[in-house]
């Protein structure tokens, strides 16, 4: 007797669980040969309202925990990755990529998820700094994470995109809401199971499937998101992003430029983008050799 | 009160029957609203919130804040409604009237030895008369539920009876930390202990205990009070306390309570929610409804 070979259902990544969308609308997702190989969900504005939500309950737990600690847990999301490095490759072929461009595209992510895990207590040494002030003060700026990021990450690459757009923010202690590629957006959901696994909590990353056109008006408009990344091309969609992002002064960048696999789409100044600089001035009674002066 | 000379044996309340509650609450959660009934059903909710600080560390400074907060909204958005009341420790009852005067807010304190009831008789009396002579609006009361646990009805029924002479024209709640009851029989039987004793209200949980309120209990408090409207023409109110968090699961209970009692309740004369993050939600939610566009907690005052 044959057996019916069961089919991953793909379904949202939101506070540490796998819910369908809300909206109930979904898009088929199909290979070169035109044959559907996965409804994907498409998410709506309210999947994204609650992707944020978990993201805000998260932040708290996520920045305050240490540095070292967080450098701890994306190392074993790497793990994780290499350990089921052969299911995200056999979805890179499903998605029409070649074999030695899957197999790349995998080892660099994994690769990439161990350099920003480096980097978890580094960075802040790098950007921190001990300023001269002419008072009697010692005074020093500090990086603290910006909040919750919206992300939305790369089109044209269904695994590597989404690493380069996540490490570096969740580095960083903050926390964030991804919305995948619409074309290849299997990688995303399994990758999604592999965060699930690392100790990573709950709502730290939250992953959306669906359309930038539909979603990003409100990526970009929603209060309590704090910085808005965007790593695609379309001008009218930017345009509309740096627009609404001014009601509440979101950060946003846009890496449109940016090619996934060279060494410049790494880097601790991607962390830095999502960071607040906090100066704190400490009343000390003499600065060097002079006096005190109060 | 010529309830009182009816009384029913109270061993032998309506059993409940916990799955039909169950599904019964599951339907109440599918109800669409949207638009202008959505805007209407926030403000109402709005309207009908008792804003809640019941802490030991509560401050005059506390309190006077969070008065101000129950009039004031959130004075961006015009023709906010306030409040209903605020409901306080018995100390801060002075304060919280001090604050208020002129509003039309009113001034709930709880009493009897709150959050517990363990205490004697005499206590709870002049716990109660001190928030009366600060001037409390209403009274909060806690059931002795260790007696009530124990199948001593007698003396729940007295003890409210009690505190409701007490009270006077200050409207009376009674509190049963449904939390503590283990079965929706018990709740059930301490809404009529407490309705026939002269409750004007009755509340589920003081918030210290969890799980709080829920719907399951609160329908079984609104049947009874329809049962007790149906026998003795008399209205009592419903306030479900603690958890009631988010706009979503308010409106849930709005319909809840429409559906079951009916349009007559749908004031803050007869329905309250005692909570304190709830505010924010609503006003995050109104906002939304405004603007457009999703709102962050950062912009609302912390109450």
């Given at each position: 007797?044959?057996?019916?070979?069961?089919?991953?259902?793909?379904?949202?990544?939101?506070?540490?669980?796998?819910?369908?969308?809300?909206?109930?609308?979904?898009?088929?997702?199909?290979?070169?040969?035109?044959?559907?190989?996965?409804?994907?969900?498409?998410?709506?504005?309210?999947?994204?309202?609650?992707?944020?939500?978990?993201?805000?309950?998260?932040?708290?737990?996520?920045?305050?925990?240490?540095?070292?600690?967080?450098?701890?847990?994306?190392?074993?999301?790497?793990?994780?990755?290499?350990?089921?490095?052969?299911?995200?490759?056999?979805?890179?072929?499903?998605?029409?990529?070649?074999?030695?461009?899957?197999?790349?595209?995998?080892?660099?992510?994994?690769?990439?998820?161990?350099?920003?895990?480096?980097?978890?207590?580094?960075?802040?040494?790098?950007?921190?700094?001990?300023n001269p002030v002419a008072s009697s003060h010692f005074n020093f700026s500090v990086p603290?994470?910006?909040?919750?990021?919206?992300?939305?990450?790369?089109?044209?690459?269904?695994?590597?995109?989404?690493?380069?757009?996540?490490?570096?923010?969740?580095?960083?202690?903050?926390?964030?809401?991804?919305?995948?590629?619409?074309?290849?957006?299997?990688?995303?959901?399994?990758?999604s199971e592999v965060l699930n696994t690392s100790d990573l909590s709950a709502g730290v990353?939250?992953?959306?499937?669906?359309?930038?056109?539909?979603?990003?008006?409100?990526?970009?408009?929603?209060?309590?998101?704090?910085?808005?990344?965007?790593?695609?091309?379309?001008?009218?969609?930017?345009?509309?992003?740096?627009?609404?992002?001014?009601?509440?002064?979101?950060?946003?960048?846009?890496?449109?430029?940016?090619?996934?696999?060279?060494?410049?789409?790494?880097?601790?100044?991607?962390?830095?983008?999502?960071?607040?600089?906090?100066?704190?001035?400490?009343?000390?009674?003499?600065?060097?050799?002079?006096?005190?002066?109060? | 009160?010529?309830?009182?000379?009816?009384?029913?044996?109270?061993?032998?309340?309506?059993?409940?029957?916990?799955?039909?509650?169950?599904?019964?609450?599951?339907?109440?959660?599918?109800?669409?609203?949207?638009?202008?009934?959505?805007?209407?059903?926030?403000?109402?909710?709005?309207?009908?919130?008792?804003?809640?600080?019941?802490?030991?560390?509560?401050?005059?400074?506390?309190?006077?804040?969070?008065?101000?907060?129950?009039?004031?909204?959130?004075?961006?958005?015009?023709?906010?409604?306030?409040?209903?009341?605020?409901?306080?420790?018995?100390?801060?009852?002075?304060?919280?009237?001090?604050?208020?005067?002129?509003?039309?807010?009113?001034?709930?304190?709880?009493?009897?030895?709150?959050?517990?009831?363990?205490?004697?008789?005499?206590?709870?009396?002049?716990?109660?008369?001190?928030?009366?002579?600060?001037?409390?609006?209403?009274?909060?009361?806690?059931?002795?539920?260790?007696?009530?646990?124990?199948?001593?009805?007698?003396?729940?029924?007295?003890?409210?009876?009690?505190?409701?002479?007490?009270?006077?024209?200050?409207?009376?709640?009674?509190?049963?930390?449904?939390?503590?009851?283990?079965?929706?029989?018990?709740?059930?039987?301490?809404?009529?202990?407490?309705?026939?004793?002269?409750?004007?209200?009755?509340?589920?949980?003081?918030?210290?205990?969890?799980?709080?309120?829920?719907?399951?209990?609160?329908?079984?408090?609104?049947?009874?009070?329809?049962?007790?409207?149906?026998?003795?023409?008399?209205?009592?109110?419903?306030?479900?306390?603690?958890?009631?968090?988010?706009?979503?699961?308010?409106?849930?209970?709005?319909?809840?309570?429409?559906?079951?009692?009916?349009?007559?309740?749908?004031?803050?004369?007869?329905?309250?929610?005692?909570?304190?993050?709830?505010?924010?939600?609503?006003?995050?939610?109104?906002?939304?409804?405004?603007?457009?566009?999703?709102?962050?907690?950062?912009?609302?005052?912390?109450?």
């Open positions: 007797m044959s057996r019916l070979e069961i089919q991953k259902t793909y379904k949202i990544f939101i506070g540490g669980q796998f819910p369908r969308t809300e909206s109930g609308r979904y898009y088929p997702l199909k290979n070169k040969k035109n044959e559907v190989i996965a409804n994907m969900c498409l998410s709506s504005r309210k999947d994204f309202r609650n992707a944020v939500v978990a993201a805000r309950s998260a932040f708290g737990g996520w920045s305050e925990k240490s540095a070292f600690n967080r450098s701890q847990i994306l190392y074993r999301i790497a793990e994780m990755l290499e350990g089921r490095k052969e299911q995200f490759i056999a979805e890179l072929l499903l998605q029409g990529i070649s074999a030695a461009a899957a197999k790349e595209e995998v080892t660099l992510s994994i690769d990439r998820l161990v350099y920003y895990a480096g980097w978890c207590d580094k960075y802040q040494a790098l950007f921190s700094s001990v603290e994470p910006t909040g919750v990021v919206a992300i939305i990450s790369s089109e044209e690459s269904s695994l590597l995109g989404l690493v380069t757009s996540i490490a570096p923010v969740i580095a960083g202690g903050n926390t964030c809401v991804v919305l995948a590629s619409e074309s290849k957006p299997l990688c995303a959901i399994t990758f990353v939250n992953i959306l499937t669906g359309n930038s056109a539909e979603l990003h008006s409100h990526f970009s408009s929603h209060m309590d998101v704090n910085s808005l990344l965007y790593y695609r091309k379309n001008k009218n969609e930017i345009k509309t992003i740096k627009e609404n992002a001014a009601l509440n002064v979101k950060r946003v960048h846009i890496y449109d430029k940016i090619i996934l696999n060279s060494e410049k789409a790494q880097s601790p100044y991607f962390i830095f983008d999502n960071q607040e600089i906090k100066t704190t001035w400490h009343p000390v009674e003499n600065i060097g050799s002079s006096k005190g002066g109060y | 009160m010529a309830a009182k000379s009816i009384l029913p044996d109270f061993r032998i309340t309506p059993t409940i029957d916990q799955v039909g509650i169950e599904e019964r609450v599951a339907r109440f959660t599918t109800r669409s609203i949207k638009k202008e009934s959505k805007m209407q059903g926030l403000k109402m909710i709005l309207n009908m919130i008792d804003l809640t600080t019941l802490e030991g560390k509560d401050t005059e400074g506390k309190v006077k804040q969070m008065c101000y907060k129950a009039v004031h909204m959130h004075d961006v958005i015009p023709d906010l409604p306030t409040v209903a009341a605020v409901c306080v420790y018995p100390s801060m009852v002075k304060t919280a009237k001090e604050s208020l005067i002129g509003s039309g807010v009113k001034v709930a304190s709880v009493s009897t030895a709150f959050p517990s009831g363990q205490s004697t008789h005499e206590i709870k009396i002049l716990d109660t008369k001190f928030a009366l002579e600060n001037g409390a609006d209403e009274i909060d009361m806690v059931i002795s539920r260790g007696e009530f646990l124990k199948g001593n009805y007698n003396f729940v029924f007295d003890e409210i009876a009690a505190i409701k002479d007490v009270c006077g024209k200050a409207r009376l709640k009674v509190i049963f930390e449904t939390g503590e009851l283990s079965t929706l029989d018990n709740v059930r039987k301490a809404s009529d202990i407490a309705m026939y004793a002269g409750a004007d209200f009755i509340k589920t949980s003081t918030g210290k205990i969890s799980p709080a309120a829920t719907m399951p209990v609160t329908l079984v408090m609104l049947e009874a009070i329809r049962d007790y409207y149906y026998a003795t023409n008399r209205m009592v109110g419903m306030k479900p306390a603690g958890g009631i968090s988010t706009s979503k699961l308010a409106m849930q209970y709005l319909v809840m309570l429409r559906e079951t009692l009916g349009g007559a309740w749908l004031s803050n004369e007869w329905f309250r929610f005692g909570a304190s993050s709830l505010a924010n939600d609503v006003l995050m939610q109104i906002a939304k409804q405004t603007t457009g566009v999703y709102q962050s907690s950062d912009y609302f005052s912390k109450d």
